[in-house]
């Protein structure tokens, strides 16, 4: 048996999908939970998302692919999960409003805490708190009514107080007459990786000055000779040795493809006589959470199983084989995801392939090192 709901509020749709709604059973960052019954009176649980929510593409289709889930488990009343609003009911009873929860902490990627094996934890920009509790509603305790609302004005008036006083001081110093400006900008920030608050001239390579985003392998040092490649549409540059070249090629499921190899042995890299693959973004529209990520890694030619993490926003696989011509050949792969703008969701994933013979494996893990240290 379902709790009983609150009363619904002015703005709540009464009714939604040939179900009349009867109450507020709960709240969730990603929308509301209602109790409802249908034309022969039998009561179900209705989850409505907001319509923010529901405007999102990557929204819907999670919905879409969590109802068909359970829906081999359980009965499911109705759904629309395809044009706004977007809703799903199942008969109350049994759990209903905790498995609602359930598709709605999917719709929200907020059902676990962010572990190497799925992340990246954020928040849609729906949603400022998902990883909320999701509390069944009561009824609010009675009180004085009034009293409260003094309280904040009253924190507001003062902070307002202590704002005036903090410019007066700013601006007219102390007794001694010497006068207090503001502090000058800080100096911009280097972008992420670049290990220098200095910009750099033009097309100097920029070498690695820690260890704090080392995917595998060996990294660029003094004594590589090295290219800096400035790529149309990548938001990050990037070395690669002195005999590579890169060039675009689009294909989906990709945004932004470039093509990378070793120049110096021959072209296409066939055979295993020569070291190359892509180096591509993928945009995830609803933020890179789990089944995003696993997307991004499928769209390369490489074993899942053989994807293992090496930070909490980085994946990296390996696997050696035999070419056509029966020569040893050695694949390295890195799935990287990142925010594309500071302060904001991580809603951008990175992919390194690169295949060659086993002599060129260090170089091509110098690459994916290099990119991963000059993304966020």
Same mark, same amino acid.
């Given at each position: 048996?379902? +709790?009983?709901?609150?009363?619904?509020?002015?703005?709540?749709?009464?009714?939604?999908?040939?179900?009349?709604? #009867?109450?507020?059973?709960?709240?969730?960052?990603?929308?509301?939970? %209602? #109790?409802?019954?249908?034309?022969?009176?039998?009561?179900?649980?209705?989850?409505?998302?907001?319509?923010?929510?529901?405007?999102?593409?990557?929204?819907?289709?999670?919905?879409?692919?969590?109802?068909?889930?359970? &829906?081999?488990?359980?009965?499911?009343?109705?759904?629309?999960?395809?044009?706004?609003?977007?809703?799903?009911?199942?008969?109350?009873?049994?759990?209903?409003?905790?498995?609602?929860?359930? #598709?709605?902490?999917?719709?929200?990627?907020?059902?676990?805490?962010?572990?190497?094996?799925?992340?990246?934890?954020?928040?849609? @920009?729906?949603?400022?708190?998902? @990883? *909320?509790? #999701? =509390?069944?509603?009561? +009824?609010?305790?009675?009180?004085?009514?009034?009293?409260?609302?003094?309280?904040?004005?009253?924190? %507001?008036?003062?902070?307002?107080?202590?704002?005036?006083?903090?410019?007066?001081?700013?601006?007219?110093?102390?007794?001694?007459?010497?006068?207090?400006?503001?502090?000058? =900008?800080?100096?911009?920030?280097?972008?992420?990786?670049?290990?220098?608050?200095?910009?750099?001239?033009?097309?100097?390579?920029?070498?690695?000055? *820690?260890?704090?985003? @080392?995917?595998?392998?060996?990294?660029?040092?003094?004594?590589?000779?090295?290219?800096?490649?400035?790529?149309?549409?990548? =938001?990050? *540059?990037?070395?690669?040795?002195?005999?590579?070249?890169?060039?675009?090629?689009?294909?989906?499921? %990709?945004?932004?493809?470039?093509?990378?190899?070793?120049?110096?042995?021959?072209?296409?890299?066939?055979?295993?006589?020569?070291?190359?693959?892509?180096?591509?973004?993928?945009?995830?529209?609803?933020?890179?959470?789990?089944?995003?990520?696993?997307?991004?890694?499928?769209?390369?030619?490489? &074993?899942?199983?053989?994807?293992?993490?090496?930070?909490?926003?980085?994946?990296?696989?390996?696997?050696?084989?035999?070419?056509?011509?029966?020569?040893?050949?050695?694949?390295?792969?890195?799935?990287?995801?990142?925010?594309?703008?500071?302060?904001?969701?991580?809603?951008?994933?990175?992919?390194?392939?690169?295949?060659?013979?086993?002599?060129?494996?260090? *170089?091509?893990?110098?690459?994916?090192?290099?990119?991963?240290?000059?993304?966020?």
């Amino acid at each position: 048996m379902e +709790p009983n709901p609150e009363p619904l509020q002015l703005a709540d749709p009464r009714l939604i999908g040939g179900f009349t709604l #009867l109450g507020r059973l709960g709240s969730h960052g990603a929308g509301t939970i %209602f #109790l409802g019954e249908d034309h022969r009176r039998t009561k179900v649980v209705v989850g409505v998302l907001y319509p923010t929510a529901a405007a999102d593409p990557g929204v819907r289709a999670r919905l879409a692919s969590a109802v068909g889930g359970l &829906s081999e488990d359980r009965e499911v009343a109705g759904s629309s999960t395809t044009v706004p609003p977007i809703w799903v009911a199942l008969p109350s009873g049994g759990g209903a409003v905790q498995d609602v929860l359930g #598709l709605l902490d999917t719709v929200a990627l907020s059902a676990e805490e962010p572990t190497p094996a799925n992340v990246p934890g954020f928040a849609p @920009h729906w949603s400022t708190e998902p @990883h *909320d509790p #999701l =509390p069944v509603h009561a +009824p609010p305790p009675s009180g004085p009514r009034g009293i409260p609302v003094l309280i904040p004005v009253a924190a %507001f008036a003062a902070l307002i107080c202590i704002v005036i006083a903090a410019v007066v001081v700013l601006l007219v110093g102390d007794d001694s007459g010497r006068t207090t400006t503001a502090p000058s =900008p800080a100096p911009s920030l280097p972008a992420p990786g670049s290990g220098s608050v200095s910009p750099s001239p033009p097309d100097t390579p920029k070498l690695p000055s *820690d260890d704090r985003a @080392h995917v595998v392998g060996p990294t660029f040092g003094g004594g590589d000779k090295l290219h800096l490649m400035k790529l149309n549409g990548l =938001p990050f *540059d990037f070395n690669v040795p002195d005999e590579w070249g890169c060039m675009r090629s689009d294909k989906a499921p %990709f945004s932004n493809r470039w093509i990378c190899l070793h120049e110096g042995k021959g072209f296409p890299p066939t055979g295993g006589t020569s070291a190359g693959g892509l180096v591509a973004l993928q945009p995830c529209p609803s933020g890179c959470g789990p089944a995003q990520r696993e997307t991004a890694r499928n769209a390369m030619v490489i &074993s899942a199983k053989d994807w293992r993490p090496t930070d909490p926003t980085t994946q990296y696989a390996e696997e050696t084989g035999a070419n056509s011509k029966n020569e040893r050949v050695v694949r390295v792969a890195m799935s990287h995801v990142f925010a594309s703008r500071q302060g904001g969701p991580v809603d951008t994933a990175v992919a390194v392939q690169l295949t060659g013979p086993p002599d060129e494996k260090d *170089d091509m893990q110098k690459i994916i090192n290099e990119i991963r240290h000059h993304t966020p």
